[in-house]
T-cell receptor, first 113, second 116 residues
Framework: EDQVTQSPEALRLQEGESSSLNCSYT??????LFWYRQDPGKGPEFLFT???AGEEKEKERLKATLTKKESFLHITAPKPEDSATYLC??????????????FGKGTKLSVKP | GAVVSQHPSWVICKSGTSVKIECRSL??????MFWYRQFPKQSLMLMAT?????????EQGVEKDKFLINHASLTLSTLTVTSAHPEDSSFYIC????????????FGSGTQLSVL
């Protein structure tokens, strides 16, 4: 059964304090791993898609990496506006379209000034 | 980027009433849209897949007679929660699949439903 586990559940950082969020996954075959940002009371906002182990993508202070078992979202010198819940999701090769993504429960990031 | 509009953002209703939530793709045609439910501190759970011009496909455990889905056009899907009860209170999110080039999924802003 496909599974996605995110850790930690919550993370509090000081502004400028870099850290990483983890997403461990189990799928029969990975078509893609997705990272989203979700603000309170809002829908997920797309950040990255990773397709194969060793792939990395960057956007501003965020960098996502992928191995065969997990993905990390590295946050460098975070700012208060980076505070949000970060969701990881996987698409199984047998799962049809992206609508059948398996989501983790998310990591709630709080960045204090 | 592509935009998916979801309305209303929040709704409070009495137990036993029905609530309709709309999901529109504003700048692309979406033959497929999806509806999710998210409880606090829980994963987004896919409820159903909405296909334009045909019946929706529901995930296991989701009552199709309670959660009515209509996808009447290439830009609009609606979810109606019929005879809502307090246990239906949740955050409902839609998404739309853009097929231009590489497949990409865009999410609506969500609807917080509170049933009293």
């Amino acid at each position: 059964e496909d599974q996605v586990t995110q850790s930690p559940e919550a993370l509090r950082l000081q502004e400028g304090e870099s850290s990483s969020l983890n997403c461990s996954y189990t799928v029969s075959g990975l078509r893609g791993l997705f990272w989203y940002r979700q603000d309170p009371g809002k829908g997920p906002e797309f950040l990255f898609t990773l397709y194969s182990a060793g792939e990395e993508k960057e956007k501003e202070r965020l960098k996502a990496t992928l191995t065969k078992k997990e993905s990390f979202l590295h946050i460098t010198a975070p700012k208060p506006e980076d505070s949000a819940t970060y969701l990881c999701a996987v698409q199984d090769v047998h799962g049809g379209s992206q609508g059948n993504l398996i989501f983790g429960k998310g990591t709630k990031l709080s960045v204090k000034p | 980027g592509a935009v998916v509009s979801q309305h209303p953002s929040w709704v409070i209703c009495k137990s036993g009433t029905s609530v309709k939530i709309e999901c529109r793709s504003l700048d692309f045609q979406a033959t497929t849209m999806f509806w999710y439910r998210q409880f606090p501190k829980q994963s987004l759970m896919l409820m159903a897949t909405s296909n334009e011009g045909s019946k929706a496909t529901y995930e296991q455990g989701v009552e199709k007679d309670k959660f009515l889905i209509n996808h009447a056009s290439l830009t609009l899907s609606t979810l109606t929660v019929t005879s809502a009860h307090p246990e239906d209170s949740s955050f409902y999110i839609c998404s739309a699949l853009s097929m231009g080039g590489r497949e990409k999924l865009f999410f609506g802003s969500g609807t917080q439903l509170s049933v009293l």
